[in-house]
C-alpha cells in the first residue's frame, strides 16, 4: 500500500497585535469556520490519518484541532512538534523522514512558506502559494518515510476551503 503526506497551511488567523507574539496568533473566525469545512470535508472523503502533526503556534494547533473533531480522531492524539514552526524546508522535510514507516497516511499542519515549498520541492509539480486552509495531497514513490526527498512523491492534488461544497 502506498503512503501519503497530507499537507495542510493553517486556517485564517487574527492579525498580530502590537504586545503579542506571533506565535499565540488565533484563529480568526473564517479560519474557525475554513477549518471545520475542511474537516467535515475530509470525513466525506473517510479520511483517516494515522497521526496529525501539527506545528505547536496556536492558529496551527487550533486548525488541526477543529479537523481531528471532524474525524473523530481524538484530538490529545495530535502532535504539536516544534520543528514544524518557522521551518525551513530542509527542517520540514527532517521531521518527514522520520515518521514511523507504519504510518501510512500523514497530515502535517504547519506554516507559509515553507509547506508550498515542501509540497513542490518533493513532487516537483507547481503548486503555488497555499492559501490559508489549503490542502496537498502527496502520494510517496518510495516505501520508507526515510527515502522521502526531492521528487519522490506524486501530486494528487489541491483543495482549500473556497472550493468546497459545504
Same mark, same amino acid.
Given at each position: 500500500?502506498?503512503?501519503k503526506l497530507y499537507l495542510l497551511r493553517h486556517a485564517s488567523a487574527l492579525d498580530k497585535l502590537a504586545d503579542q507574539k506571533d506565535f499565540e496568533r488565533e484563529l480568526n473566525s473564517t479560519g474557525m469556520q475554513n477549518a471545520t469545512r475542511m474537516g467535515l470535508h475530509l470525513a466525506s472523503r473517510k479520511a483517516a490519518f494515522d497521526i496529525i502533526i %501539527?506545528?505547536?503556534a496556536a492558529r496551527a494547533l487550533t486548525t488541526a484541532t477543529l479537523i481531528a473533531e471532524q474525524l473523530h480522531y481524538d484530538?490529545?492524539?495530535i502532535h504539536a512538534n516544534e520543528n514544524v514552526y518557522e521551518a525551513s524546508v530542509r527542517s520540514l522535510l527532517q521531521t518527514v523522514n522520520q515518521f514511523k514507516d507504519t504510518w501510512?497516511?500523514?497530515?502535517?499542519v504547519g506554516h507559509n512558506p515553507?509547506? %508550498?515549498y515542501l509540497a513542490e520541492y518533493l513532487s516537483k509539480y507547481e503548486i503555488g502559494h497555499i492559501t490559508t486552509c489549503g490542502?496537498?495531497?502527496?502520494?510517496?514513490?518510495v516505501k520508507k518515510w526515510e527515502e522521502v526527498s526531492e521528487g519522490t512523491t506524486t501530486f494528487v492534488n489541491y483543495e482549500y476551503p473556497?472550493?468546497?461544497n459545504f
Open positions: 500500500m502506498s503512503k %501539527s506545528s505547536p484530538p490529545s492524539r501510512k497516511d500523514v497530515l502535517l515553507s509547506v %508550498s490542502l496537498v495531497t502527496l502520494e510517496l514513490q473556497e472550493m468546497l
